[in-house]
Protein backbone atom coordinates (compact mmCIF):
# COMPACT_ATOMS: atom_id res chain seq x y z
CA UNK A 1 0.00 0.00 0.00
CA UNK A 2 1.21 3.58 -1.02
CA UNK A 3 2.34 5.75 1.97
CA UNK A 4 1.65 9.38 1.88
CA UNK A 5 3.00 11.71 5.08
CA UNK A 6 1.48 15.18 5.19
CA UNK A 7 3.10 17.72 7.62
CA UNK A 8 1.57 20.69 8.14
CA UNK A 9 2.88 24.26 9.11
CA UNK A 10 0.14 24.82 11.68
CA UNK A 11 0.70 28.33 12.25
CA UNK A 12 1.56 28.63 8.63
CA UNK A 13 -1.91 27.72 7.52
CA UNK A 14 -4.21 29.37 10.71
CA UNK A 15 -3.05 32.59 10.76
CA UNK A 16 -3.19 33.15 6.84
CA UNK A 17 -6.85 31.72 6.96
CA UNK A 18 -6.99 33.98 10.17
CA UNK A 19 -5.54 37.48 8.36
CA UNK A 20 -7.36 36.87 5.04
CA UNK A 21 -10.71 36.82 6.64
CA UNK A 22 -10.13 39.31 9.28
CA UNK A 23 -8.83 41.89 6.59
CA UNK A 24 -10.33 45.12 7.36
CA UNK A 25 -12.63 43.29 9.82
CA UNK A 26 -12.74 44.43 13.78
CA UNK A 27 -12.62 41.86 16.20
CA UNK A 28 -16.50 41.94 16.99
CA UNK A 29 -16.90 41.66 13.19
CA UNK A 30 -15.15 37.85 12.75
CA UNK A 31 -17.55 35.39 12.78
CA UNK A 32 -17.57 33.21 15.95
CA UNK A 33 -20.06 30.55 17.12
CA UNK A 34 -22.99 30.74 19.84
CA UNK A 35 -20.34 30.49 22.67
CA UNK A 36 -18.32 33.25 20.86
CA UNK A 37 -15.28 31.48 20.32
CA UNK A 38 -13.80 32.76 17.09
CA UNK A 39 -13.89 30.58 13.85
CA UNK A 40 -13.03 32.49 10.69
CA UNK A 41 -9.18 30.99 11.17
CA UNK A 42 -10.46 27.49 11.84
CA UNK A 43 -13.19 27.19 9.50
CA UNK A 44 -10.15 27.45 6.65
CA UNK A 45 -7.54 25.34 8.71
CA UNK A 46 -10.21 22.45 8.89
CA UNK A 47 -11.62 22.78 5.01
CA UNK A 48 -8.07 22.86 3.91
CA UNK A 49 -6.43 19.76 5.81
CA UNK A 50 -9.69 17.54 4.83
CA UNK A 51 -9.06 18.84 1.39
CA UNK A 52 -5.50 17.97 1.36
CA UNK A 53 -6.06 14.63 2.78
CA UNK A 54 -8.50 13.56 0.44
CA UNK A 55 -6.93 15.08 -2.66
CA UNK A 56 -3.12 13.16 -2.20
CA UNK A 57 -4.50 10.51 -0.77
CA UNK A 58 -2.66 11.04 2.32
CA UNK A 59 -2.22 7.72 4.98
CA UNK A 60 0.01 9.66 7.78
CA UNK A 61 -0.50 12.90 9.29
CA UNK A 62 1.19 15.47 11.66
CA UNK A 63 0.75 19.01 12.64
CA UNK A 64 3.87 21.30 13.56
CA UNK A 65 3.55 24.07 16.19
CA UNK A 66 6.35 26.87 16.49
CA UNK A 67 7.46 26.87 20.68
CA UNK A 68 6.93 30.85 21.94
CA UNK A 69 9.07 33.07 19.43
CA UNK A 70 10.97 33.51 22.89
CA UNK A 71 11.78 30.13 23.72
CA UNK A 72 13.33 29.31 20.32
CA UNK A 73 17.02 28.25 20.18
CA UNK A 74 17.94 30.72 17.64
CA UNK A 75 16.07 33.98 19.69
CA UNK A 76 17.70 32.56 22.33
CA UNK A 77 21.14 32.52 20.98
CA UNK A 78 20.21 35.95 18.66
CA UNK A 79 17.66 37.90 20.56
CA UNK A 80 17.25 40.23 17.41
CA UNK A 81 15.80 37.02 15.40
CA UNK A 82 11.89 37.95 14.51
CA UNK A 83 12.53 40.93 16.95
CA UNK A 84 10.56 42.88 14.71
CA UNK A 85 7.36 40.98 14.66
CA UNK A 86 4.14 42.54 16.29
CA UNK A 87 2.11 40.84 19.16
CA UNK A 88 -0.49 38.39 17.63
CA UNK A 89 -4.45 39.45 17.76
CA UNK A 90 -6.27 37.52 20.51
CA UNK A 91 -9.08 36.45 18.07
CA UNK A 92 -6.19 34.24 16.53
CA UNK A 93 -4.41 33.21 19.80
CA UNK A 94 -7.64 32.08 21.18
CA UNK A 95 -8.20 30.08 17.67
CA UNK A 96 -4.85 28.59 18.51
CA UNK A 97 -5.81 27.06 21.51
CA UNK A 98 -9.30 25.61 20.27
CA UNK A 99 -7.48 24.03 16.89
CA UNK A 100 -4.83 22.51 18.91
CA UNK A 101 -7.25 21.46 21.31
CA UNK A 102 -9.82 19.93 18.64
CA UNK A 103 -6.99 17.80 16.69
CA UNK A 104 -6.31 16.51 20.21
CA UNK A 105 -9.68 14.77 20.46
CA UNK A 106 -10.26 14.03 17.24
CA UNK A 107 -6.93 11.87 16.80
CA UNK A 108 -4.91 14.20 15.10
CA UNK A 109 -1.12 14.10 15.69
CA UNK A 110 0.74 17.29 17.25
CA UNK A 111 4.11 17.84 17.31
CA UNK A 112 6.11 20.25 19.25
CA UNK A 113 9.76 19.89 20.30
CA UNK A 114 10.94 22.21 22.96
CA UNK A 115 13.40 25.29 21.32
CA UNK A 116 13.01 24.19 17.99
CA UNK A 117 10.72 25.71 15.09
CA UNK A 118 8.08 23.84 13.22
CA UNK A 119 10.33 24.21 10.02
CA UNK A 120 12.68 22.18 12.26
CA UNK A 121 9.85 19.74 13.18
CA UNK A 122 8.94 19.29 9.58
CA UNK A 123 12.98 19.10 8.25
CA UNK A 124 13.53 16.24 10.83
CA UNK A 125 10.48 14.19 9.84
CA UNK A 126 10.60 14.67 6.48
CA UNK A 127 14.47 13.75 6.06
CA UNK A 128 13.54 10.85 8.86
CA UNK A 129 10.50 9.63 6.30
CA UNK A 130 12.51 10.42 2.83
CA UNK A 131 15.75 8.23 3.98
CA UNK A 132 13.81 5.54 4.90
CA UNK A 133 11.67 5.06 1.37
CA UNK A 134 8.35 5.18 3.44
CA UNK A 135 6.78 6.70 0.47
CA UNK A 136 5.76 10.51 -0.48
CA UNK A 137 6.52 13.57 1.55
CA UNK A 138 3.91 16.77 1.04
CA UNK A 139 5.06 19.39 3.16
CA UNK A 140 2.10 22.16 3.51
CA UNK A 141 3.28 26.02 3.97
CA UNK A 142 3.36 28.82 2.01
CA UNK A 143 6.69 29.28 3.29
CA UNK A 144 9.73 29.56 0.44
CA UNK A 145 12.54 28.60 3.61
CA UNK A 146 10.79 24.98 3.19
CA UNK A 147 12.20 24.51 -0.56
CA UNK A 148 15.27 23.56 1.41
CA UNK A 149 13.76 20.79 2.27
CA UNK A 150 12.74 19.52 -1.32
CA UNK A 151 14.04 15.98 -2.36
CA UNK A 152 13.26 12.95 -4.46
CA UNK A 153 10.39 11.69 -2.14
CA UNK A 154 9.17 15.45 -0.88
CA UNK A 155 7.39 17.97 -2.35
CA UNK A 156 6.00 21.40 -0.69
CA UNK A 157 2.07 21.98 -1.37
CA UNK A 158 1.88 25.84 -1.98
CA UNK A 159 -1.47 27.63 -2.41
CA UNK A 160 -2.22 30.29 -5.02
CA UNK A 161 -5.34 31.89 -6.15
CA UNK A 162 -5.80 28.76 -8.62
CA UNK A 163 -5.26 26.25 -6.18
CA UNK A 164 -2.68 24.41 -4.67
CA UNK A 165 0.60 23.56 -6.76
CA UNK A 166 2.80 20.54 -5.74
CA UNK A 167 5.95 22.02 -6.08
CA UNK A 168 8.55 19.27 -6.32
CA UNK A 169 12.30 19.29 -6.65
CA UNK A 170 12.68 18.95 -10.61
CA UNK A 171 10.28 22.11 -10.39
CA UNK A 172 12.92 24.04 -7.62
CA UNK A 173 15.79 23.23 -9.68
CA UNK A 174 14.06 24.04 -13.21
CA UNK A 175 13.48 27.16 -11.34
CA UNK A 176 16.67 28.15 -9.80
CA UNK A 177 19.23 26.35 -11.36
CA UNK A 178 20.57 25.09 -8.02
CA UNK A 179 20.21 22.16 -5.84
CA UNK A 180 17.43 22.27 -3.05
CA UNK A 181 20.43 22.05 -0.62
CA UNK A 182 21.93 25.31 -1.83
CA UNK A 183 18.55 27.38 -1.31
CA UNK A 184 19.74 28.14 2.49
CA UNK A 185 22.68 30.16 0.68
CA UNK A 186 20.38 32.07 -1.37
CA UNK A 187 18.65 33.16 1.67
CA UNK A 188 21.85 33.83 3.78
CA UNK A 189 22.97 36.57 1.06
CA UNK A 190 19.05 37.87 0.65
CA UNK A 191 18.57 37.86 4.55
CA UNK A 192 14.66 37.92 5.17
CA UNK A 193 12.84 40.94 6.90
CA UNK A 194 9.69 39.15 8.41
CA UNK A 195 12.23 37.11 10.20
CA UNK A 196 14.68 40.29 10.70
CA UNK A 197 17.62 38.25 9.22
CA UNK A 198 19.91 40.64 7.68
CA UNK A 199 21.66 38.51 4.79
CA UNK A 200 24.68 40.70 3.06
CA UNK A 201 23.63 44.28 2.84
CA UNK A 202 23.86 45.44 -0.70
CA UNK A 203 23.00 41.82 -2.33
CA UNK A 204 19.74 41.29 -3.81
CA UNK A 205 17.85 39.24 -6.07
CA UNK A 206 19.83 39.91 -8.92
CA UNK A 207 23.16 39.12 -7.65
CA UNK A 208 22.39 36.61 -4.94
CA UNK A 209 20.69 33.46 -6.91
CA UNK A 210 23.61 33.98 -9.87
CA UNK A 211 26.13 33.85 -7.11
CA UNK A 212 25.12 30.38 -5.60
CA UNK A 213 24.59 29.24 -9.56
CA UNK A 214 27.86 30.35 -10.52
CA UNK A 215 29.78 29.71 -7.16
CA UNK A 216 28.03 26.64 -5.71
CA UNK A 217 28.10 27.79 -1.76
CA UNK A 218 28.52 30.63 0.49
CA UNK A 219 32.15 29.37 1.01
CA UNK A 220 32.92 28.86 -2.36
CA UNK A 221 32.23 32.41 -2.83
CA UNK A 222 34.40 34.22 0.04
CA UNK A 223 37.37 31.48 -0.55
CA UNK A 224 37.74 32.96 -4.28
CA UNK A 225 36.51 36.60 -2.92
CA UNK A 226 39.47 37.73 -4.51
CA UNK A 227 39.27 36.19 -8.18
CA UNK A 228 35.49 36.84 -8.16
CA UNK A 229 33.97 37.10 -11.62
CA UNK A 230 34.21 40.45 -13.35
CA UNK A 231 30.74 40.47 -13.48
CA UNK A 232 30.66 41.02 -9.96
CA UNK A 233 32.80 43.38 -9.33
CA UNK A 234 30.26 46.60 -7.82
CA UNK A 235 29.23 43.55 -5.19
CA UNK A 236 32.54 42.87 -4.38
CA UNK A 237 32.96 45.50 -1.53
CA UNK A 238 29.34 45.01 0.01
CA UNK A 239 30.47 40.83 -0.02
CA UNK A 240 33.16 41.78 2.12
CA UNK A 241 31.97 44.04 4.44
CA UNK A 242 28.90 42.01 5.03
CA UNK A 243 30.68 38.63 5.40
CA UNK A 244 30.06 38.08 9.10
CA UNK A 245 26.57 39.19 8.30
CA UNK A 246 25.83 36.57 5.57
CA UNK A 247 27.61 33.71 7.61
CA UNK A 248 25.01 34.86 10.33
CA UNK A 249 22.19 34.53 7.97
CA UNK A 250 23.14 31.13 7.23
CA UNK A 251 23.01 30.05 10.65
CA UNK A 252 19.32 31.25 10.86
CA UNK A 253 18.16 30.84 7.94
CA UNK A 254 19.02 26.99 7.81
CA UNK A 255 16.19 24.26 8.89
CA UNK A 256 17.98 21.94 11.56
CA UNK A 257 17.20 18.32 10.35
CA UNK A 258 18.51 16.26 13.10
CA UNK A 259 16.46 17.17 16.39
CA UNK A 260 17.84 14.60 18.88
CA UNK A 261 14.41 14.03 20.66
CA UNK A 262 12.86 12.57 17.20
CA UNK A 263 15.51 10.45 16.33
CA UNK A 264 13.16 7.35 17.49
CA UNK A 265 10.24 8.72 16.74
CA UNK A 266 7.37 5.95 15.34
CA UNK A 267 5.67 7.15 12.44
CA UNK A 268 3.20 4.55 12.72
CA UNK A 269 2.03 7.03 15.55
CA UNK A 270 1.51 9.25 12.36
CA UNK A 271 -1.32 6.84 10.82
CA UNK A 272 -4.36 9.07 9.70
CA UNK A 273 -7.26 7.33 12.39
CA UNK A 274 -9.46 10.28 12.53
CA UNK A 275 -12.70 9.92 14.81
CA UNK A 276 -15.45 10.60 12.33
CA UNK A 277 -17.87 10.53 15.75
CA UNK A 278 -15.85 12.72 17.13
CA UNK A 279 -14.72 15.24 14.24
CA UNK A 280 -18.74 15.79 13.21
CA UNK A 281 -19.75 16.81 17.24
CA UNK A 282 -15.99 19.33 17.15
CA UNK A 283 -17.57 20.53 14.00
CA UNK A 284 -20.96 20.79 15.00
CA UNK A 285 -20.22 22.68 18.26
CA UNK A 286 -17.87 25.46 16.57
CA UNK A 287 -20.58 25.81 13.95
CA UNK A 288 -18.37 24.62 11.28
CA UNK A 289 -19.66 23.82 8.00
CA UNK A 290 -16.63 21.63 6.23
CA UNK A 291 -17.21 18.76 3.52
CA UNK A 292 -15.46 16.00 4.62
Same mark, same amino acid.
Given at each position: ?5 ? $? ?10 ? %? ?10 ? /?? !? ?6 ? @?? #? ?13 ? +? /?????? *??? &? ?15 ? #?? =? ?16 ? #? ?15 ? +? ?5 ? *? ?11 ? !? ?13 ? $? ?13 ? %??? =? ?6 ? *?? =?????? @? ?28 ? +? %? ?9 ? !? ?8 ? &? ?22 ? %??? $? ?14 ? $? ?6
Amino acid at each position: MTQNLL $LIDGFNLLSRGY %FATAYGKTPDQL /TK !NHNGVYTN @GL #RIFFQKTFNLIKNHE +I /THLAVA *WDV &KREESKRRQKHSFYKGT #RS =DLPEPLIQQYEVCKSVLD #RIGVQQVTVPTYEADDV +IGTLSKN *WSSNSMGKCFIYS !NDKDLFQLLDENTSQ $LIANKKGDIVYTLQN %FTE =DYGIDSRQ *WV =DVKALL @GDKSDNIPGCPGIGEKSALPLIQQYGSLEQ +I %FEQIEELDKKY !NRYKKKLIEG &KASAFLSQELSEIICDITELEEFV %FDE $LELNISKENLVKELNE $LELKIKL
